[in-house]
Each structure stands twice: as C-alpha cells, then as structure tokens.
C-alpha cells in the first residue's frame, strides 16, 4: 500500500478520476459551482491528508499533468480559428478590454495588499494571477515573488471566475457573446474559458483569444512598470 501512495502514475490516475468525476457531477447538476477542477481539487487534497501523502510525492504526478498545459492551450486555436472573421471584426474593443482588463487586475491586487498589509513578495507572486500559468509563473519569477503562490492564486482566480463570472455578467446586462468571453478569458483565463465554451462557440473563442493578449499584455504592463519604478 505504502508503494501505491508513493507511485506518482497511482496519483497521475487518481487526479483525472476525480476530474472526470467532476465532470459528471457538473454535467447532472448543470450548476457552475461544480466546477470539475475544484471537486478534483478538494478530493485529491482530502486524500493526500487522510493517507498522510506528503505534497512532494503528489508533486511528480502534478508534473505530468503540468505537461499538457500548453498543447491543452495551444487546442483553443480551434475556436479561434473557426470564429476568425469576428474575432477580426472586434479586434480593437478585444485589445482595449483586455488591456483595461489587466490593467484593474494589476491595480486591484496592489490596492488590497497595500490594504491587507501584505508582504512584498507575496504582493509580486499576486500580481500575474489572472493570467494563464506559464505566462504568469515567468512574470512572478521575473518580479522576483514566489511561485508557487502565483500558481495557487491563478487556479484559485480561474475556478472563482468560471463560477461567478457568467452570472454576475448576465445580472449586470452582458449579454453579447463577445463581450461575455472577452470579460471571462481576461478575468479567468484557462479555467474561465473552459466555461465560456459551454455558454457558445463565440463565448469560448474571444475567451481563448483574450487569455493570449492579456497575458502578453500583463508581461508587458509588468515589464514596464518594473523598468520605471526600479
């Protein structure tokens, strides 16, 4: 038994169980706050305690999975692709949201930490969070924070804003789909546009298009405002 809890292909295979799990659980309550990867989350962190598992052994299956992040990402060329014409139709509001987008994104965390009294370091680990995660892991690192806080702050911001997002859209009376997947891909990146696929084909490719342009344009707005300021 001990072998099996050490096996990082034993929790590689327990992580899409659970995954899949949440899929199906979405899939029969139809409501978002089943998010599949926050079930998956919860399950997989209620077993490495209850097996007494230390993070570092779970860590080599999550490395695995890490792996297909950027062909899983790479994958939503495809929407994009089959939405090209209105994606070029929209281009200039997709850039100029996307930039305010990360633009309050980057503000709000400076803002609450400054609040909260949080420390430097966490404060640069926070700044990249709703960005995807390779993007945002090269930004924390360049920044000097910490990544592994930036990688929980983006899995944490990915599934609240699939959660929250498309409702809280439709409440204030967002109903175009371009601006509904612009909204939730700069907000959520990956996590979010996973759900604006579900909402419409045009919903998931301005979502997929907008998590590369406000990813380039955080590291941009980073790279720039560190440059000025140090």
């Not at 949440?22 to 919860?42: D, F, H, M, W, Y």
């Amino acid at each position: 038994m001990t072998d099996l809890l050490s096996s990082s292909q034993f929790w590689l295979l327990i992580s899409i169980g659970f995954y899949a799990l949440g899929v199906e659980i979405q899939r029969k309550t139809g409501s978002p706050v089943c998010n599949p990867l926050l079930i998956a989350s919860i399950l997989v962190g209620a077993l490495l305690i209850a097996t007494g598992t230390p993070y570092q052994t779970y860590e080599e299956s999550g490395k695995l999975i890490s792996f297909f992040l950027t062909p899983a990402t790479v994958a939503l060329a495809i929407p994009i692709y089959r939405k090209l014409d209105v994606l070029l139709k929209n281009l200039l509001p997709i850039l100029l949201g996307a930039f305010v987008g990360s633009m309050v994104s980057i503000g709000s965390v400076l803002l609450f930490s400054h609040l909260f009294g949080l420390s430097e370091s966490t404060t640069l680990s926070l700044v990249p969070k709703s960005v995807t995660t390779p993007i945002a892991v090269a930004v924390a690192e360049m920044l000097g924070g910490v990544t592994s806080i930036t990688a929980i702050a983006v899995v944490v911001t990915g599934i609240i804003g699939a959660i929250i997002l498309p409702t809280f859209l439709k409440c204030i009376g967002v109903r175009n789909p371009v601006q509904m997947g612009l909204s939730i891909g700069t907000a959520a990146h990956a996590v979010g546009t996973s759900r604006a696929i579900e909402l419409g084909e045009t919903e998931g490719a301005i979502s997929g298009l907008a998590i590369g342009v406000a990813g380039l344009l955080t590291a941009l707005i980073v790279s720039i405002g560190s440059a000025i300021l140090l």
